[in-house]
Protein backbone atom coordinates (compact mmCIF):
# COMPACT_ATOMS: atom_id res chain seq x y z
CA UNK A 1 0.00 0.00 0.00
CA UNK A 2 1.37 3.20 -0.90
CA UNK A 3 2.01 5.63 1.97
CA UNK A 4 0.45 9.31 1.05
CA UNK A 5 2.22 11.83 2.64
CA UNK A 6 1.53 15.58 2.81
CA UNK A 7 3.71 17.88 0.23
CA UNK A 8 6.37 19.65 2.42
CA UNK A 9 6.20 17.61 5.41
CA UNK A 10 9.67 15.62 5.42
CA UNK A 11 9.68 11.81 5.95
CA UNK A 12 11.30 11.74 9.75
CA UNK A 13 11.27 14.90 11.96
CA UNK A 14 11.45 18.30 10.58
CA UNK A 15 14.64 18.30 8.66
CA UNK A 16 15.84 17.22 5.55
CA UNK A 17 19.05 16.84 6.26
CA UNK A 18 20.27 13.46 7.96
CA UNK A 19 22.93 15.34 9.95
CA UNK A 20 23.09 14.35 13.59
CA UNK A 21 25.76 17.49 13.99
CA UNK A 22 25.07 19.93 16.35
CA UNK A 23 24.35 22.23 12.99
CA UNK A 24 22.21 20.14 11.75
CA UNK A 25 20.05 19.40 14.57
CA UNK A 26 19.99 23.67 15.62
CA UNK A 27 18.76 23.94 11.76
CA UNK A 28 16.06 21.44 12.14
CA UNK A 29 15.27 23.30 15.82
CA UNK A 30 14.85 26.69 13.86
CA UNK A 31 12.81 25.10 10.67
CA UNK A 32 10.62 23.31 13.20
CA UNK A 33 10.27 26.45 15.40
CA UNK A 34 9.44 28.78 12.33
CA UNK A 35 6.95 26.88 10.97
CA UNK A 36 3.56 27.69 12.08
CA UNK A 37 0.28 24.45 13.04
CA UNK A 38 -1.49 23.86 10.30
CA UNK A 39 -4.20 21.27 9.03
CA UNK A 40 -4.06 18.85 6.42
CA UNK A 41 -6.38 18.09 3.50
CA UNK A 42 -6.44 15.38 1.62
CA UNK A 43 -8.59 15.63 -1.82
CA UNK A 44 -11.35 12.62 -1.95
CA UNK A 45 -11.28 12.80 -5.29
CA UNK A 46 -7.41 12.60 -5.58
CA UNK A 47 -7.20 8.92 -7.58
CA UNK A 48 -3.87 8.41 -5.47
CA UNK A 49 -6.18 8.25 -2.48
CA UNK A 50 -9.08 5.69 -4.27
CA UNK A 51 -10.99 8.65 -3.27
CA UNK A 52 -11.24 6.76 0.67
CA UNK A 53 -10.14 9.72 2.18
CA UNK A 54 -12.30 12.54 3.69
CA UNK A 55 -11.16 16.03 3.75
CA UNK A 56 -9.76 16.08 7.70
CA UNK A 57 -6.92 16.88 9.49
CA UNK A 58 -6.51 17.93 12.85
CA UNK A 59 -3.27 20.78 13.83
CA UNK A 60 0.07 18.99 13.89
CA UNK A 61 1.76 19.70 17.19
CA UNK A 62 5.18 19.69 17.17
CA UNK A 63 7.15 18.14 19.61
CA UNK A 64 11.11 16.85 19.63
CA UNK A 65 11.28 18.48 16.07
CA UNK A 66 9.16 15.40 15.03
CA UNK A 67 5.67 15.47 13.15
CA UNK A 68 3.79 14.14 16.47
CA UNK A 69 0.07 12.63 15.63
CA UNK A 70 -2.61 15.12 16.49
CA UNK A 71 -4.16 15.05 20.00
CA UNK A 72 -7.00 16.87 20.41
CA UNK A 73 -9.92 16.83 17.71
CA UNK A 74 -11.87 20.00 17.06
CA UNK A 75 -15.67 20.40 16.54
CA UNK A 76 -15.61 20.97 12.72
CA UNK A 77 -18.25 19.30 10.71
CA UNK A 78 -15.97 19.13 7.68
CA UNK A 79 -14.94 15.34 8.80
CA UNK A 80 -17.74 14.27 7.22
CA UNK A 81 -18.89 16.61 4.53
CA UNK A 82 -17.47 17.31 1.10
CA UNK A 83 -14.51 19.43 0.73
CA UNK A 84 -15.81 21.50 -2.50
CA UNK A 85 -18.75 22.37 -0.04
CA UNK A 86 -16.41 24.73 1.87
CA UNK A 87 -14.96 26.12 -1.06
CA UNK A 88 -18.00 27.71 -1.60
CA UNK A 89 -19.28 30.96 -0.12
CA UNK A 90 -20.40 29.45 2.96
CA UNK A 91 -22.45 31.88 4.67
CA UNK A 92 -25.33 32.14 1.92
CA UNK A 93 -25.92 28.73 2.23
CA UNK A 94 -25.98 29.03 6.29
CA UNK A 95 -28.83 31.85 5.87
CA UNK A 96 -30.55 29.82 3.61
CA UNK A 97 -31.22 27.38 6.38
CA UNK A 98 -31.73 29.85 9.25
CA UNK A 99 -34.82 31.09 6.70
CA UNK A 100 -36.51 27.72 6.91
CA UNK A 101 -35.45 27.84 10.80
CA UNK A 102 -38.14 30.99 10.78
CA UNK A 103 -40.79 29.48 8.34
CA UNK A 104 -40.53 26.77 10.55
CA UNK A 105 -41.35 27.92 14.03
CA UNK A 106 -43.71 30.57 12.58
CA UNK A 107 -45.67 26.95 11.02
CA UNK A 108 -45.41 25.05 14.16
CA UNK A 109 -46.60 28.26 17.11
CA UNK A 110 -49.29 29.66 14.24
CA UNK A 111 -52.12 27.84 15.52
CA UNK A 112 -51.40 29.38 19.48
CA UNK A 113 -53.07 33.25 18.36
CA UNK A 114 -55.61 31.82 16.45
CA UNK A 115 -57.06 28.63 18.17
CA UNK A 116 -60.67 29.92 18.94
CA UNK A 117 -61.12 30.97 15.30
CA UNK A 118 -59.42 27.34 14.21
CA UNK A 119 -61.38 25.91 16.76
CA UNK A 120 -64.92 27.75 16.04
CA UNK A 121 -64.39 26.92 11.82
CA UNK A 122 -63.29 23.47 12.22
CA UNK A 123 -65.99 22.66 14.81
CA UNK A 124 -63.76 21.69 18.23
CA UNK A 125 -63.47 22.68 21.22
CA UNK A 126 -60.88 25.16 21.84
CA UNK A 127 -58.27 22.40 24.27
CA UNK A 128 -58.90 19.82 20.96
CA UNK A 129 -57.46 22.82 19.19
CA UNK A 130 -54.47 23.52 21.19
CA UNK A 131 -52.97 20.05 21.20
CA UNK A 132 -52.22 20.59 17.03
CA UNK A 133 -48.75 22.45 18.80
CA UNK A 134 -48.53 19.07 20.72
CA UNK A 135 -49.28 17.00 17.47
CA UNK A 136 -46.44 18.71 15.71
CA UNK A 137 -44.02 18.75 18.56
CA UNK A 138 -44.74 14.91 19.88
CA UNK A 139 -44.02 13.90 15.66
CA UNK A 140 -40.46 16.13 15.72
CA UNK A 141 -39.48 14.33 18.75
CA UNK A 142 -39.99 11.20 16.85
CA UNK A 143 -38.68 12.16 13.49
CA UNK A 144 -35.28 13.49 14.52
CA UNK A 145 -33.73 10.36 15.51
CA UNK A 146 -35.98 8.07 12.89
CA UNK A 147 -34.94 10.52 10.20
CA UNK A 148 -31.59 10.99 10.64
CA UNK A 149 -31.39 7.35 10.51
CA UNK A 150 -32.99 7.04 7.17
CA UNK A 151 -31.30 9.88 5.75
CA UNK A 152 -28.28 7.47 5.47
CA UNK A 153 -25.17 9.09 3.47
CA UNK A 154 -27.60 11.02 1.10
CA UNK A 155 -26.92 14.35 -0.19
CA UNK A 156 -27.69 16.71 2.89
CA UNK A 157 -29.18 19.34 0.25
CA UNK A 158 -31.49 16.73 -1.21
CA UNK A 159 -32.77 16.18 2.20
CA UNK A 160 -33.26 19.62 3.01
CA UNK A 161 -35.18 20.47 0.29
CA UNK A 162 -37.35 17.32 0.39
CA UNK A 163 -38.32 18.79 4.16
CA UNK A 164 -38.97 22.35 3.20
CA UNK A 165 -41.46 21.07 0.33
CA UNK A 166 -43.12 18.80 3.05
CA UNK A 167 -43.26 21.94 5.12
CA UNK A 168 -44.91 24.22 2.17
CA UNK A 169 -47.52 20.72 1.62
CA UNK A 170 -48.27 20.90 5.74
CA UNK A 171 -48.90 24.82 5.30
CA UNK A 172 -51.68 24.38 2.22
CA UNK A 173 -53.01 21.41 3.43
CA UNK A 174 -53.66 23.20 6.53
CA UNK A 175 -55.19 26.16 5.04
CA UNK A 176 -57.72 24.00 3.03
CA UNK A 177 -58.55 22.00 5.73
CA UNK A 178 -62.60 21.76 6.39
CA UNK A 179 -61.98 19.26 9.78
CA UNK A 180 -59.93 18.01 12.38
CA UNK A 181 -58.30 14.51 10.83
CA UNK A 182 -57.26 16.99 8.10
CA UNK A 183 -55.70 19.79 10.00
CA UNK A 184 -54.15 16.33 12.44
CA UNK A 185 -52.85 15.00 8.77
CA UNK A 186 -51.25 18.37 8.39
CA UNK A 187 -49.97 18.87 11.92
CA UNK A 188 -48.12 15.19 11.63
CA UNK A 189 -46.50 16.55 8.49
CA UNK A 190 -45.17 19.75 10.06
CA UNK A 191 -43.83 17.42 13.03
CA UNK A 192 -41.52 14.95 10.29
CA UNK A 193 -40.24 18.32 8.76
CA UNK A 194 -39.47 20.16 12.07
CA UNK A 195 -37.73 16.78 13.39
CA UNK A 196 -35.70 15.92 10.19
CA UNK A 197 -34.91 19.66 10.00
CA UNK A 198 -34.04 20.54 12.90
CA UNK A 199 -31.84 17.00 13.70
CA UNK A 200 -30.09 17.53 9.79
CA UNK A 201 -29.82 21.16 9.84
CA UNK A 202 -28.09 22.86 12.75
CA UNK A 203 -25.41 19.93 11.63
CA UNK A 204 -25.01 21.15 8.00
CA UNK A 205 -24.94 24.35 8.80
CA UNK A 206 -22.12 23.26 10.96
CA UNK A 207 -20.13 21.55 8.42
CA UNK A 208 -20.41 24.80 6.02
CA UNK A 209 -19.72 27.47 8.06
CA UNK A 210 -15.50 28.22 7.80
CA UNK A 211 -13.34 26.78 9.96
CA UNK A 212 -13.07 28.31 13.62
CA UNK A 213 -17.01 29.96 12.69
CA UNK A 214 -19.27 26.69 13.34
CA UNK A 215 -20.79 28.10 16.46
CA UNK A 216 -21.75 31.22 14.64
CA UNK A 217 -23.10 29.31 11.86
CA UNK A 218 -25.25 27.50 14.58
CA UNK A 219 -26.34 30.93 16.27
CA UNK A 220 -26.94 32.51 12.49
CA UNK A 221 -30.04 29.29 12.26
CA UNK A 222 -31.07 29.82 16.02
CA UNK A 223 -31.46 33.22 15.11
CA UNK A 224 -34.50 32.17 12.41
CA UNK A 225 -35.95 30.68 15.18
CA UNK A 226 -35.64 34.09 17.36
CA UNK A 227 -36.76 36.26 14.55
CA UNK A 228 -39.63 33.45 14.12
CA UNK A 229 -40.97 34.09 17.25
CA UNK A 230 -40.89 37.65 17.48
CA UNK A 231 -42.04 38.49 13.89
CA UNK A 232 -43.41 35.48 12.63
CA UNK A 233 -45.91 34.60 14.96
CA UNK A 234 -47.26 38.19 15.67
CA UNK A 235 -47.41 38.74 11.92
CA UNK A 236 -49.50 35.44 11.49
CA UNK A 237 -51.61 36.27 14.00
CA UNK A 238 -52.69 39.58 12.66
CA UNK A 239 -53.48 38.35 9.17
CA UNK A 240 -55.29 35.72 10.51
CA UNK A 241 -57.36 38.31 13.01
CA UNK A 242 -57.79 40.71 9.82
CA UNK A 243 -57.96 38.18 7.08
CA UNK A 244 -58.66 35.06 8.04
CA UNK A 245 -56.98 31.96 10.10
CA UNK A 246 -56.81 30.46 6.47
CA UNK A 247 -54.82 33.57 5.04
CA UNK A 248 -52.98 32.91 7.54
CA UNK A 249 -51.69 29.28 6.23
CA UNK A 250 -51.80 30.68 3.24
CA UNK A 251 -49.21 33.51 3.69
CA UNK A 252 -47.26 30.67 5.96
CA UNK A 253 -47.13 28.74 2.42
CA UNK A 254 -45.75 31.29 0.33
CA UNK A 255 -42.93 31.97 2.96
CA UNK A 256 -42.21 28.48 2.86
CA UNK A 257 -41.97 28.26 -0.63
CA UNK A 258 -39.97 30.81 -0.58
CA UNK A 259 -37.73 29.27 1.81
CA UNK A 260 -37.61 26.48 -0.44
CA UNK A 261 -36.04 28.49 -3.42
CA UNK A 262 -33.71 30.26 -1.71
CA UNK A 263 -31.97 27.19 -0.22
CA UNK A 264 -32.30 25.37 -3.85
CA UNK A 265 -30.14 28.50 -5.27
CA UNK A 266 -27.50 28.66 -2.04
CA UNK A 267 -27.35 25.12 -0.62
CA UNK A 268 -24.47 23.64 -1.91
CA UNK A 269 -23.92 19.62 -2.39
CA UNK A 270 -23.26 17.67 1.47
CA UNK A 271 -22.43 14.11 1.21
CA UNK A 272 -22.41 11.76 4.72
CA UNK A 273 -19.43 10.08 5.21
CA UNK A 274 -21.15 8.18 7.45
CA UNK A 275 -23.87 6.07 8.24
CA UNK A 276 -25.72 6.31 11.34
CA UNK A 277 -27.91 3.06 12.60
CA UNK A 278 -30.33 2.99 15.53
CA UNK A 279 -27.67 0.67 17.09
CA UNK A 280 -24.78 3.73 17.02
CA UNK A 281 -27.62 6.38 17.98
CA UNK A 282 -28.05 4.46 21.52
CA UNK A 283 -24.64 3.61 21.46
CA UNK A 284 -24.36 7.50 21.50
CA UNK A 285 -26.71 8.57 23.66
CA UNK A 286 -25.51 5.82 26.14
CA UNK A 287 -22.19 7.73 26.39
CA UNK A 288 -21.81 9.06 30.21
CA UNK A 289 -20.82 11.99 28.94
CA UNK A 290 -23.59 12.72 26.28
CA UNK A 291 -25.66 11.13 28.58
CA UNK A 292 -25.45 14.15 31.52
CA UNK A 293 -25.85 16.44 28.40
CA UNK A 294 -29.15 15.36 27.65
CA UNK A 295 -30.38 15.14 31.22
CA UNK A 296 -29.13 18.74 31.89
CA UNK A 297 -30.65 19.85 28.25
CA UNK A 298 -33.85 17.85 29.30
CA UNK A 299 -33.98 19.71 33.13
CA UNK A 300 -32.87 23.41 31.64
CA UNK A 301 -35.04 23.71 28.44
CA UNK A 302 -38.18 21.81 30.36
CA UNK A 303 -37.60 24.53 32.90
CA UNK A 304 -37.57 27.13 29.88
CA UNK A 305 -41.31 25.71 28.91
CA UNK A 306 -42.53 25.31 32.33
CA UNK A 307 -41.88 29.09 33.03
CA UNK A 308 -42.23 31.17 29.26
CA UNK A 309 -45.19 29.39 28.40
CA UNK A 310 -47.29 31.31 31.49
CA UNK A 311 -45.87 34.05 30.91
CA UNK A 312 -48.91 36.01 30.01
CA UNK A 313 -50.74 34.68 32.93
CA UNK A 314 -47.95 36.23 35.05
CA UNK A 315 -47.89 39.53 33.46
CA UNK A 316 -51.82 39.65 33.50
CA UNK A 317 -51.77 38.55 37.75
CA UNK A 318 -48.79 39.76 38.80
CA UNK A 319 -47.88 42.84 36.93
CA UNK A 320 -51.55 43.85 36.20
CA UNK A 321 -50.60 45.00 32.98
CA UNK A 322 -52.55 45.39 29.76
CA UNK A 323 -52.88 43.28 26.13
CA UNK A 324 -50.97 46.28 24.89
CA UNK A 325 -47.89 45.86 27.71
CA UNK A 326 -48.02 42.29 27.60
CA UNK A 327 -47.62 42.43 23.70
CA UNK A 328 -44.68 45.14 23.89
CA UNK A 329 -43.42 42.95 26.88
CA UNK A 330 -42.83 39.44 24.22
CA UNK A 331 -41.68 41.45 21.45
CA UNK A 332 -39.12 42.82 23.72
CA UNK A 333 -38.49 38.94 24.85
CA UNK A 334 -37.99 37.62 21.05
CA UNK A 335 -36.07 41.15 19.96
CA UNK A 336 -33.70 40.11 22.97
CA UNK A 337 -33.44 36.39 21.89
CA UNK A 338 -32.40 37.42 18.52
CA UNK A 339 -29.71 39.26 20.40
CA UNK A 340 -28.66 36.77 22.50
CA UNK A 341 -28.56 33.84 19.98
CA UNK A 342 -26.29 36.21 17.85
CA UNK A 343 -24.18 37.36 20.90
CA UNK A 344 -24.19 33.27 21.93
CA UNK A 345 -22.62 32.47 19.17
CA UNK A 346 -19.53 34.39 19.20
CA UNK A 347 -19.16 33.85 23.12
CA UNK A 348 -18.92 29.85 22.74
CA UNK A 349 -16.84 30.36 19.26
CA UNK A 350 -14.10 31.24 22.71
CA UNK A 351 -15.17 29.52 25.51
CA UNK A 352 -18.54 27.51 25.29
CA UNK A 353 -18.77 26.72 29.18
CA UNK A 354 -18.39 30.08 30.33
CA UNK A 355 -20.94 31.24 27.52
CA UNK A 356 -23.37 28.73 29.44
CA UNK A 357 -23.03 29.16 32.45
CA UNK A 358 -23.19 33.12 31.47
CA UNK A 359 -26.85 32.36 30.02
CA UNK A 360 -28.03 30.02 32.97
CA UNK A 361 -26.59 32.50 35.45
CA UNK A 362 -28.73 35.10 33.37
CA UNK A 363 -32.04 33.47 33.21
CA UNK A 364 -31.92 31.93 36.95
CA UNK A 365 -31.29 36.09 37.92
CA UNK A 366 -34.28 36.82 35.57
CA UNK A 367 -36.26 34.44 37.15
CA UNK A 368 -35.76 35.05 40.49
CA UNK A 369 -36.27 38.60 40.49
CA UNK A 370 -39.65 38.08 38.75
CA UNK A 371 -40.84 35.97 41.41
CA UNK A 372 -39.93 38.76 44.28
CA UNK A 373 -40.32 42.11 42.18
CA UNK A 374 -42.15 41.26 39.26
CA UNK A 375 -44.86 43.64 40.10
CA UNK A 376 -43.25 46.31 38.94
CA UNK A 377 -43.91 46.92 35.04
CA UNK A 378 -40.00 48.29 34.20
CA UNK A 379 -38.96 45.59 36.56
CA UNK A 380 -40.58 42.88 34.45
CA UNK A 381 -39.83 44.32 31.11
CA UNK A 382 -36.10 44.22 32.28
CA UNK A 383 -36.51 40.77 33.06
CA UNK A 384 -38.24 39.81 29.64
CA UNK A 385 -35.20 41.34 28.36
CA UNK A 386 -32.45 39.53 30.13
CA UNK A 387 -34.12 36.20 29.98
CA UNK A 388 -35.12 36.92 26.61
CA UNK A 389 -31.22 37.10 25.83
CA UNK A 390 -30.61 34.22 27.82
CA UNK A 391 -33.40 32.39 25.86
CA UNK A 392 -31.76 32.82 22.33
CA UNK A 393 -28.68 31.38 23.32
CA UNK A 394 -29.42 28.49 25.48
CA UNK A 395 -30.70 26.15 22.46
CA UNK A 396 -27.54 26.97 20.65
CA UNK A 397 -25.05 26.36 23.62
CA UNK A 398 -26.67 22.91 24.55
CA UNK A 399 -26.84 21.58 21.09
CA UNK A 400 -23.13 22.72 20.37
CA UNK A 401 -22.14 21.25 23.91
CA UNK A 402 -24.00 18.08 22.69
CA UNK A 403 -22.60 18.14 19.11
CA UNK A 404 -19.02 18.56 20.15
CA UNK A 405 -19.35 15.28 22.56
CA UNK A 406 -20.80 13.57 19.93
CA UNK A 407 -17.42 14.05 17.71
CA UNK A 408 -17.74 12.58 14.24
CA UNK A 409 -21.54 12.01 14.81
CA UNK A 410 -22.82 15.19 14.79
CA UNK A 411 -26.23 14.46 13.24
CA UNK A 412 -26.74 12.03 15.94
CA UNK A 413 -26.16 14.27 18.38
CA UNK A 414 -28.24 16.81 16.71
CA UNK A 415 -31.13 14.36 16.81
CA UNK A 416 -30.76 13.14 20.10
CA UNK A 417 -30.77 17.31 21.42
CA UNK A 418 -34.39 17.76 19.22
CA UNK A 419 -35.63 14.53 20.55
CA UNK A 420 -35.03 15.61 24.12
CA UNK A 421 -35.57 19.79 23.36
CA UNK A 422 -39.44 18.76 21.82
CA UNK A 423 -39.95 16.49 24.73
CA UNK A 424 -39.08 18.76 27.00
CA UNK A 425 -42.23 21.42 25.70
CA UNK A 426 -44.51 18.75 27.25
CA UNK A 427 -43.22 17.76 30.06
CA UNK A 428 -42.05 21.67 31.02
CA UNK A 429 -45.61 23.18 29.97
CA UNK A 430 -47.60 19.94 32.08
CA UNK A 431 -45.15 20.97 35.27
CA UNK A 432 -45.49 24.93 35.15
CA UNK A 433 -49.48 24.44 34.61
CA UNK A 434 -49.75 22.23 37.71
CA UNK A 435 -47.43 24.77 39.61
CA UNK A 436 -49.04 27.65 38.13
CA UNK A 437 -53.18 25.73 39.17
CA UNK A 438 -51.59 25.33 42.66
CA UNK A 439 -49.54 27.78 43.82
CA UNK A 440 -49.95 30.69 40.95
CA UNK A 441 -47.49 32.43 38.28
CA UNK A 442 -44.86 33.69 40.58
CA UNK A 443 -44.38 30.40 41.75
CA UNK A 444 -44.14 29.43 38.98
CA UNK A 445 -40.71 31.46 38.72
CA UNK A 446 -39.25 31.18 41.29
CA UNK A 447 -39.16 27.12 40.84
CA UNK A 448 -37.95 28.07 37.30
CA UNK A 449 -35.19 30.05 38.99
CA UNK A 450 -34.07 26.91 41.61
CA UNK A 451 -34.25 24.82 38.35
CA UNK A 452 -31.97 26.65 36.31
CA UNK A 453 -29.92 27.49 39.06
CA UNK A 454 -29.16 23.54 39.23
CA UNK A 455 -29.00 23.36 35.63
CA UNK A 456 -26.02 26.09 36.19
CA UNK A 457 -24.51 23.88 38.92
CA UNK A 458 -24.61 20.57 37.04
CA UNK A 459 -23.80 21.99 33.54
CA UNK A 460 -20.54 23.67 35.44
CA UNK A 461 -19.49 20.49 36.28
CA UNK A 462 -20.00 18.22 33.47
CA UNK A 463 -18.06 20.51 31.02
CA UNK A 464 -15.35 20.25 33.21
CA UNK A 465 -15.04 16.43 33.05
CA UNK A 466 -12.06 14.81 31.27
CA UNK A 467 -14.24 13.31 28.52
CA UNK A 468 -15.65 17.11 27.57
CA UNK A 469 -11.78 18.55 27.70
CA UNK A 470 -10.50 16.35 25.12
CA UNK A 471 -13.27 16.60 22.73
CA UNK A 472 -13.45 20.39 21.92
CA UNK A 473 -11.02 23.05 20.94
CA UNK A 474 -8.94 24.84 23.77
CA UNK A 475 -11.15 27.68 24.07
CA UNK A 476 -14.26 25.36 24.71
CA UNK A 477 -13.32 25.09 28.33
Not at 56 to 72: K, L, M, V, Y
Not at 232 to 253: C, D, H, M, Y
Not at 256 to 275: H, I, K, N
Request: charged content about 10%; aromatic content about 6%; glycine content about 10%.
Amino acid sequence: MRSIRPTGIPARGCASSSTGSPAGSAERRARCALRRPRALSMDVDDPSTGGAFSAWAGPIEWANGACAPPTRYGTSMNDNAQPAARARKPWPAVFSIAVSSFSLVSAEFLPVGLLNAMAADLGISVGTAGLLVAASGLLAAISAPALTILAGQRDRRQVLLALSLLLTLSNLLSMTATGLPAMLAARVLLGIAVGGFWSLGASTANRLAPAGSEARATSVVYAGISVGIVLGVPLGTLIGQELGWRNAFAAASVVSALAYAVQYVSLPTVTQAMRISARQLFRLAARPAIMQALLITVLAKGTQFATYTYVEPYLSDVTAASGYFITLALLVYGGAGVIGSLLGGMGADRTLRGTLAVVLAAATSALALLCVAGSSSAVALFCLLVWGAAFGALPLCLQLWIMRLAGDELEGGAALFVTCVQSSIAIGSALGGRLVNHYGAAADMGVGAALFLASLAFAWRAMAAPAMRGRVPAGAD
